[in-house]
């Protein structure tokens, strides 16, 4: 059974760092192509961020580039997003994603609240 569960989110004071983490099971991450994604309430779910299968090229949208890390260690299964400089537009929900590409995302996690507040 394909599983993703994300964890790490919270409330973070403006400037602030967070890391998020994505427990794969039921499936290898680095066999597909893994991304996160974010959603404020209200508003569509937009890309953040997107790892290649096996080869881990990694690609980040305009908004989060030079901020936001994504990662992937294959030992145990789990996807990362490191996310530096924070402000209170980074407030959303965060899901991780796995599928055959980022514009056509399989299975999704159930998502953590990130929080960027004074």
């Known amino acids: 059974q394909v599983q993703l569960v994300e964890s790490g989110g919270g409330m973070v004071q403006p400037g602030g760092s967070l890391r998020l983490s994505c427990a794969a099971s039921g499936f290898r991450l680095n066999d597909y192509a893994n991304a996160w994604f974010r959603q404020v309430p209200g508003k569509e779910r937009e890309g953040v961020a997107c790892i290649s299968s096996s080869a881990g090229n990694t690609y980040y949208e305009d908004s989060v580039l030079g901020r936001f890390s994504i990662s992937r260690d294959n030992a145990k299964n789990t996807l990362y997003l490191e996310i530096n400089r924070l402000n209170p537009e980074d407030t959303a929900v965060y899901y991780c994603?796995?599928?055959?590409?980022?514009?056509?995302?399989?299975?999704w996690g159930k998502g953590t609240l990130v929080t960027v507040s004074s």
């Open positions: 994603a796995t599928g055959h590409s980022y514009y056509g995302m399989d299975y």
